[in-house]
């Protein structure tokens, strides 16, 4: 009887102590999983990742991106071929966005003028980024009357209207190719990532570990370098995919004005304006290209509104 | 209240006085001699003449400051094209024009983009918030050149029999419909998106839970509670709106064939006509800080709070 009890008692207690180690072993995972996403960039993705609509948005830019570098390579139509024979010619197999006046195929010209258009506005979206965020931490983090001068001249820069001021901008260098229109639209914009990233430094600055981080006597270059910019990386990130629609509406605007890159080169906005002399009897070919920057808008907004989401804490709970 | 406004003011004209000057050294970056692009070149003896008469003998300095007499006795100087008309003579021509298009459009953008904003904002993810944010999201995404030329593809081609609308010109209401749509769309989704988002963040508050338990009828807490403090928000809207309605501007009246102030400067870029450019550019820019200081001093009205963080 005693030997069985005890032997119960053993048993028991070995189950328990299987228990208690599958348990503790158990969270150890779960524990290693959290810490495993707590890394800030795991964590933003695990939270971008679950947000729908900016999955779809990143599998739209993906598609675009794909569409404008893989087609030219793979469809061997010149696109500067002129055909009379061939012109206005509606959507078919042959020529899946039609042709248009001097019979080129649409279809390898929109992917070009997409090359044109993302890279105009990759190219203007990062030096925006450059000097806007340049800007906005020196200002910030510079304070005093510094910061008092450089943001009442960021003032002024805002009573100056958008298009006018790209347009005199093109004039000064007196033709428009791919880089002055980069350095036209990013004159003409510049403005609002300097005033946000202003605002985020003089936020970080206040943080009790920059202030630590002062008063063990790092340099003032450490503690922007190390502590203030890299935190403002999030945001830096979202404005890219802000920037970057703004940007390329705004070069398809004046190209639609006729003053965009030279032809036979064309962006979506000079392919625009080429459809809206010809609009009356083939609105295809003003629909493709504006669609075109529809689509490569949208998808940045959403992916920008998805990265504010996961980045932001504020917004987090509600995800 | 007063100070508030007084400094405000005061601030305007030192940010006045640098966008003149920015402009003005833009213009003075562009290359050429306004009097040497004929073929006949100018005579010596003549050239100095006109070099005096527009005092481009002086120092920069000095034609800066007779070129900002100049805007401030509403005298932009001659045409450098057409030799014989003011840059005000223009300006008078084509400015009022696009100021009737632009009115109507900020109209229409109120009148349509504020109760949509409302109604998405009351019937969250609703089937109506859906359509509604499906319309502003498609005019944000559209550029407006496809939308006007959509709207006269339509109205003023296809279905020609079945509607009053010409493709271009303005002249009379009739002409004035599809222009006005084409360039209040963009507005209107912008602040129809505002709108929506500033109901919703007071739908939250707590001083519409307490209006609620108290026992208010929901129209009432809506209309005295909800509309009124999500409102305020969209003031702060006017001046990217004004943005929009400036760059719209310029393209839907070269779509329509409009002889407004946006057309008549992309022709004074491509006709080198840089006394023009430069007095259109200068004239928006007021417009555009004087909007700003307007809707600063109203939101100093509407909001106390930010008249001492507001303050500039």
């Known amino acids: 009887m005693i030997t069985d009890r005890r032997a119960s008692v053993r048993d028991r207690r070995a189950e328990f102590e299987a228990t208690l180690t599958r348990t503790a072993e158990a969270r150890a995972q779960e524990a290693g999983a959290a810490t495993q996403r707590a890394s800030l960039l795991r964590d933003a993705l695990y939270r971008f990742a679950r947000n729908r609509a900016a999955i779809i948005a990143a599998l739209a830019f993906v598609v675009m991106g794909a569409f404008v570098i893989f087609v030219p390579i793979f469809r061997d139509a010149d696109p500067n071929a002129v055909d009379f024979s061939q012109s206005f010619l509606s959507p078919s197999w042959a020529h899946p966005f039609g042709t248009d006046e001097f019979g080129r195929d649409l279809f390898v010209r929109t992917a070009l003028g997409g090359r044109i258009s993302i890279g105009i506005g990759f190219a203007a979206t990062f030096a925006i980024m450059l000097v806007g965020v340049v800007y906005g931490a020196v200002s910030g983090f510079a304070g005093g009357w510094v910061d008092n001068g ?17 347009i005199i901008t093109l004039a000064i260098f007196g033709r428009v190719n791919f880089w002055t229109m980069v350095v036209a639209l990013t004159v003409a914009s510049w403005f609002t990532t300097a005033r946000v990233m202003r605002g985020q ?7 009790d570990y920059v202030r630590a981080a002062h008063a063990l006597g790092a340099r003032w270059y450490r503690v922007l370098f190390r502590h203030l910019l890299p935190n403002t990386l999030g945001v830096i990130l979202i404005f890219v995919f ?7 509406l705004g070069e398809a605007f004046l190209s639609f004005l006729g003053l965009g890159i030279e032809p ?4 979506w906005g000079s392919l625009a304006q080429d459809g809206y002399t010809a609009y009356q009897a083939h609105p295809y070919i003003i ?8 689509w490569l808008i949208m998808s940045a907004f959403f992916i920008a509104d998805g990265l504010r989401d996961a980045l932001d804490p504020r917004t987090r709970e509600k995800v | 209240m007063l100070k508030f406004i007084a400094r405000r003011i005061t601030w305007t004209i030192p940010v006045i006085l640098l966008v003149i000057l920015m402009t003005f050294f833009m213009m003075r970056l562009i290359k050429g001699n306004p009097f040497q692009v004929t073929e006949r070149p100018v005579p010596p003896a003549i050239q100095r003449n006109l070099d005096r008469q527009f005092h481009l003998d002086q120092p920069w300095y000095i034609q800066y400051l007779y070129y900002v007499k100049g805007v401030f006795t509403a005298d932009l100087g001659p045409s450098l094209v057409q030799r014989d008309r003011q840059v005000n003579d223009i300006i008078k021509e084509h400015f009022p024009l696009s100021l009737k298009l632009g009115g109507f459009a900020m109209l229409f953008a109120i009148v349509v983009g504020i109760p949509l904003g409302v109604i998405a904002a009351l019937k969250q993810n609703s089937i109506a918030d859906y359509a509604v944010m499906t319309v502003v999201n498609s005019g944000y995404a559209l550029p407006n050149f496809l939308i006007a030329t959509l709207l006269i593809y339509f109205f003023a081609v296809k279905w020609r029999e079945h509607t009053p609308f010409p493709t271009n010109g303005w002249g009379g209401p009739a002409s004035w419909v599809l222009p006005t749509l084409a360039l209040g769309h963009a507005p209107m989704t912008v602040l ?5 988002g500033s109901m919703l963040e007071t739908l939250q508050q707590d001083y519409i839970r307490t209006a609620k338990a108290k026992g208010l009828r929901s129209h009432r807490v809506i209309g005295l509670h909800v509309l009124r403090n999500s409102l305020i928000p ?9 943005g929009y309605l400036i760059a719209g501007s310029f393209i839907v009246e070269t779509i329509f064939g409009l002889p407004g102030i946006g057309r008549y400067f992309v022709i004074s870029v491509a006709s080198r006509d840089y006394s023009v450019t430069m007095g259109i550019t200068v004239l928006l820019s007021i417009i555009i800080i004087v909007a700003n200081l307007a809707v600063d001093i109203l939101y100093g009205f509407l909001d106390p709070r930010t008249r001492e ?3 500039r």
Do not use: H, Q, W
């Open chain 1, 150 to 166: 450089m943001m009442r001249f960021l003032d002024a820069l805002y009573g100056l209207p958008y298009l006018p001021f790209a």
């Open chain 1, 201 to 207: 430094i003089i936020t970080l600055k206040e943080n």
């Open chain 1, 242 to 248: 802000l920037e970057l629609p703004t940007v390329v």
């Open chain 1, 264 to 267: 036979p080169k064309a962006s």
């Open chain 1, 287 to 294: 629909v493709i290209p504006s669609v075109c920057i529809g």
């Open chain 2, 192 to 196: 129809a998106r505002i709108v929506r």
């Open chain 2, 234 to 242: 969209a003031v702060t809207a006017a001046a990217p709106l004004l």
């Open chain 2, 309 to 311: 963080v507001g303050a």
